[in-house]
Nanobody, 124 residues
Framework: QVQLAESGGGLVQAGGPLRLPCAAS????????MGWFRQAPGKEREFVAA????????NYVDSIKGRFTISRDNAKKTAYLQMNSLKPEDTAVYFC?????????????????WGQGTQVTVST
């Protein structure tokens, strides 16, 4: 079992930054891809970003390219989502997820474990 805990969410003005950590605990950590997803009110959960085990490969949804950066620190068992130039349409609950023994993916069904999510609200 793996437990994932997102943090760093909150209320921010449009144009501002937020950094979301996702800390993992539990089973032996290794050979896993990590992803970030979000779910806005009344909408389905959508892919935001993913990163490979080594961090050498990343993938982003087009709507956040150039504004968000995914990274990871395997020694700390933590992934990060740095969000800059936030927009009101970025308002959502943000979830991190982990996928063991397989490449990173934009499909939520490919992921094995999920965090509980953290709320990000961007005001105008």
């Amino acid at each position: 079992q793996v437990q994932l805990a997102e943090s760093g969410g909150g209320l921010v003005q449009a144009g501002g930054p937020l950094r979301l950590p996702c800390a993992a605990s539990g089973r032996t950590w290794g050979n896993c891809a990590m992803g970030w997803f979000r779910q806005a009110p009344g909408k389905e959960r959508e892919f935001v970003a993913a990163i490979s085990w080594t961090g050498g490969a990343t993938n982003y949804v087009d709507s956040i390219k150039g504004r968000f950066t995914i990274s990871r620190d395997n020694a700390k068992k933590t992934a990060y989502l740095q969000m800059n130039s936030l927009k009101p349409e970025d308002t959502a609950v943000y979830f991190c997820a982990v996928r063991f023994g397989a490449p990173m993916s934009f499909r939520q069904y490919d992921y094995d474990y999920w965090g509980q999510g953290t709320q990000v609200t961007v005001s105008t």
